[in-house]
């Protein structure tokens, strides 16, 4: 059973920057691949990136690619999304969840575990 918190959102302008944090229980979580999806009210959620376990391995979305990047802190149970030059349109709740296996299929069904979500709002 893996727990997932994520925190860190709040209020950016636009060009700013924001790190994310998922925090994670459970003594096997560097077997665990974590991914990122943001959702917007009336939208569907998007996926906006992943890490594999070792944190060796690493995908993006095209949306936020050379803007935002994932990492991760086994030690601490902790994956971080870097978020760089913010634009309104990345403004949602971004949630953190977990897989067995690393994939960058983006496809929410194959993520078992899932945080509650943080909001991220870019606005001037």
């Known amino acids: 059973q893996v727990q997932l918190v994520e925190s860190g959102g709040g209020l950016v302008q636009p060009g700013g920057s924001l790190r994310l944090s998922c925090a994670a229980s459970?003594?096997?979580?560097?077997?665990?691949?974590v991914g990122w999806f943001r959702q917007t009210p009336g939208k569907e959620r998007e996926f906006v990136g992943t890490?594999?376990?070792?944190?060796?391995?690493?995908y993006l979305a095209n949306s936020v690619k050379g803007r935002f990047t994932t990492t991760r802190d086994n030690a601490t149970n902790t994956v971080y999304l870097q978020m760089n030059s913010l634009k309104p349109e990345d403004t949602a709740v971004y949630y953190c969840?977990?897989?067995?296996?690393?994939?960058?299929?983006?496809?929410?069904?194959?993520?078992?575990?899932w945080g509650q979500g943080t909001q991220v709002t870019v606005s001037s």
């Open positions: 969840a977990a897989r067995s296996r690393f994939s960058p299929s983006g496809r929410e069904a194959e993520y078992d575990y």
């Open positions: 459970g003594r096997t979580f560097s077997s665990y691949a």
């Open positions: 890490v594999s376990g070792t944190g060796a391995l690493v």
